[in-house]
Structures are given as structure tokens and as C-alpha cells.
DNA sequence: CTATGACCTAGAGCCGGCTCTAGGTCAAGC
DNA sequence: GCTTGACCTAGAGCCGGCTCTAGGTCATAG
């Protein structure tokens, strides 16, 4: 009854999730999965559905800069097993802050090049080769 | 009638943009300064207002991504004068686009995080320890 | 006159996050 | 039985962007 588990190879896990197979054999090395990846009888790694969705969540949580070894941390609180939910909220809690202030900081940075760049298209259109930013001639 | 240019010291300037006076002195040797900074007659640099403005935009540049090469171009633009603008729109036009694409992307993880920290709150909630995410039972 | 402190240069070091190499095992196909 | 190719480990290397060090100059203060 127990249903047959698809288990796949590092390259096709690399594939699927896309990251190398050096990053999966790094992010073991680091400690960065909550049960050890499971290897066949030759000790080759076998990775399930749940090690891709887990994979998908560090790749989200990498991408939104969260550092490895708070992925780690994360990683060791769902490997200790419920009862430490309160502890995962506040990591998850503080990298959603984390994010949002990225958000925040490069809307102030997409502003001022928005800002820029109008500058520059109304210049252009206007054909004038009027100056926007020289660097001042060197008065010495 | 030349007003009288406040020109201030590398440590001042290191304060007033933010940037360590390591890092001020390293900017200008990786050419991402449009103009020469100005030295005093001890060889001491001087930075003015203008240059204070660049760097404010250096580090928005920065800041939102933009690897030191693409800044040292777009210096290197600037320095030439005018008569390269679609040049210059051009190469913030791309880093526009680079910075809408990093808000998504980082709008998506910021929702696969927030719907995980709502599981949480949830199940905190509700008090239960009903298990949310925990790696499979090793059933070898 | 000396010492303090801000500055200078050139170059080495560091950190995070991979990425690659060397050298080896193993199974399948010819 | 040999080659091929996917995999293994441990560890070295790389890249970007600073950051720091060593060793020196110079000006003002005591």
C-alpha cells in the first residue's frame, strides 16, 4: 500500500531544479537538507518529490538573498520535527521583512534611473544637443 | 565670480556618501569616476559637490545590481561629453529593465514566503502541533 | 624637533557562493 | 575484458566587491 516513490538521479534533480549538480552535492555538504538525501546501493543520491519541493524553497529562499547558513538553521528546525513552529515563523517572519525592504530599496533605485532616463528620452526627442550632466571642465 | 567650490576631504566625503575611503579610493582606481578627482598640493583628494552627486547615483547603481564595469561605462560616457546620450539612455534603459525584473522576482519569493509565515500563523493559532512540512519518515 | 593623525600607494586578503579538478567506483554495452 | 559515462569524494580555484596592511608623506600642535 505504501505507494511507489519516484526517485531520481542528481543530474535529473539538477535539471528540475535548476541548479548544478554541484550546487545539490554542495547544498548537502553544507547542510542545507533536513533529512539526508538518500543514495542507492552503489551510494549514488537518489532525490524525491519532497526533496525537489524543499529545493524549490531554498532556491526562492537564495534567491531573495537569504544567507546558507540561515537556510541551514531552517533546514535543522524542520529536521528536529514539529514542535519548533514558533522558531521557523520568526525566520520566515524576518527574511519576508528582509525582502520587502529589498523591494523597497529598489524602487527608490528604479525612481531615480526612471528619472534619468526620461531626462535623456526628452533630450533625444528634443534632437538638442544640450548638455544634462557634464562633468565640470577642470577650472584649475 | 567663479563661486567659491566647496571642495571637501576623502574621509568627509567617505561620511556624506555612505562609502568606506577604501572604497572611495578603490572606485577611482577601477575608473568610475567620469573626471578625475582632484588633489590638493599634497596629492590629497578633494572631492567636490558634482563628485558627491556621482557617487550618490553610483551607489543607487550599485545598490540595485549594477556590476562595476557597466558603471565604469557608463563614466566613461560621461567623461566623453556630449554627443553619446542614446548611449547613455540605452545602458540605463537595460539596467531599468534588470531592476523591474529583480522587484518580480523577489515579488514571488516574497509570496511563497508569506503564504508559508500564513501556514504558521495558522497552526500557531489554532495550537494544534498537527504537523505542517516535515521530512518523510526515513522508510527504508 | 617630535609625535600625532589624516592622508597616500600598491598590493594582499577575505567572504560568500558556487564551480571545477583529480582521482576513483561502478554498471551497462560491445 | 574494455570502454564509456554517470556518479562519487575531498579539496582547490574563482569571482566580485570590497577591506585591510605595510610602509611612506606631510602638516599642525605641543
Not at 10 to 29: C, D, K, P
Not at 51 to 58: I, K, P, R, T
Not at 67 to 86: D, F, H, K, Q, S
Not at 118 to 125: F, I, K, N, V, W
Request: glycine content about 8%; proline content about 6%; aromatic content about 8%.
Amino acid at each position: 500500500m505504501t505507494r511507489p516513490e519516484v526517485l531520481i538521479s542528481i543530474s535529473e534533480a539538477a535539471q528540475r531544479s535548476g541548479l548544478s549538480v554541484h550546487a545539490l552535492r554542495f547544498y548537502e555538504r553544507e547542510g542545507l537538507f533536513p533529512s539526508p538525501v538518500r543514495r542507492d546501493a552503489g551510494g549514488r543520491r537518489l532525490y524525491s518529490e519532497w526533496d525537489l519541493e524543499w529545493l524549490e524553497l531554498c532556491t526562492k529562499l537564495r534567491s531573495s538573498g537569504m544567507p546558507l547558513p540561515a537556510i541551514r538553521r531552517y533546514a535543522g528546525l524542520v529536521a528536529a520535527g514539529t514542535g519548533n513552529e514558533a522558531e521557523r515563523l520568526d525566520l520566515l517572519r524576518r527574511h519576508q521583512a528582509e525582502i520587502t525592504s529589498q523591494i523597497a530599496g529598489l524602487t527608490a533605485c528604479l525612481e531615480v534611473i526612471s528619472f534619468k532616463v526620461a531626462l535623456y528620452e526628452e533630450r533625444l526627442a528634443a534632437g538638442g544637443p544640450d548638455p544634462i550632466w557634464v562633468p565640470p571642465e577642470q577650472t584649475s
